[in-house]
């Protein structure tokens, strides 16, 4: 049933546009998209998502038409203090929709330099405008008119829309911070060399980076990120939480070794893929009565790696670390790491 006052046709245009909200994953799109559809709602000649930084003095903004630039912003700002909705809301927190005109005279807006030197270039005489509930700035959903005055089923069609919009925008700033933290979290595993995974609670996978992906093909086939191979998942065992992250799940393949990690994260779990490719120095510490984790850890230190970093790449404690140290050391016959890059450096680059 339609709400009090709103017409059928507009709580079936309400509907069309509150549905829509709920496909928007990215700030921008939603923006531009809330401009659009605002557009069809509400008469006017302009509408406008803005947002105001007063701390800053900054405004950046989308309009339909498109009349922002970098000076408009300027003079907007410069003059901010004289728009009523925007006092009202910093006295009073109420961020429902209002007129400029339910406030101000039409010879009391013309007088202020808000008018003179920004609305009246606009051609705007009026503006209705609401705004979202955001700490850090000021988010307003603005509509001007070139005629003063908005009726009580406009005010009414605003009102409705208003929480829908707040929970859109609050969705898609979720997953905006999500994806960013998911970018962070990416660029930080593959400068160690390593794929992430990431998976729900019940081990299903949610994002799967291309290195990853291409390490889980290689070892398993496997065409997409989409689902687990066998083994990880077997490792993996029930979809229970677990205590304390698991020993690594480890895979040989010649002299070739995959190891995947697992980091609790809330609601889930990420898996750090990583593989040590045969080469000829690690060949040749094996040959020298090395294991292939003790040429493992010995490379790795040598590298510039600290025994903490090891220990985190490899998925023991430093503690481990160290006793392999402490057996590297007893089988080759030296005496500390100088020694040890030494031995290594010799074996990299062998004299003819």
Known sequence: MPSAGVSEPDFDALLRVVGSFTQFRDLDALRRHTVAALTELIPGNAVGWNEVDTERGRIVAVM?????????AETFMKHIGDHPLVTR??????????????FLSAEVFHATGLYQHFYRTLDAEDQIAFI??????????????????????ERQVLNALRPHLIQAYRNAG???????????MQALVEQAGEGLILTDRHGHPEFCSALAQDM???WFGAR????LPGPVLDWLGPPVRPVSPPTPLHLDRGDDRLMVRRV???DGQALLVSEARSDKTAALLRRLGLTGREAEVLLSLTSGSTIATTAARLGVSPRTVEKHVEHIYDKLGIDGRVAATNL???LEHPRV
Do not use: H
């Open 132 to 153: 979202l509930p955001e700490p850090r700035i000021m988010i307003g959903i603005a509509v001007n008119r070139p005629s003063r005055g908005f009726t009580t089923r």
């Open 89 to 102: 809301y910093n006295a009073t927190g109420d961020g429902r929709p209002y007129a400029i005109s339910d």
């Open 224 to 227: 997409d990120g989409s689902k």
């Open 344 to 346: 290594v450096r010799q």
């Open 264 to 266: 609790p994260v809330p």
């Open 64 to 72: 339909e038409p498109d009349l922002y630039t970098e000076e408009a």
């Open 174 to 184: 979720d997953f905006s911070r999500l994806q960013r933290s998911v970018a962070a």
């Open 216 to 218: 889980l093909g290689r």
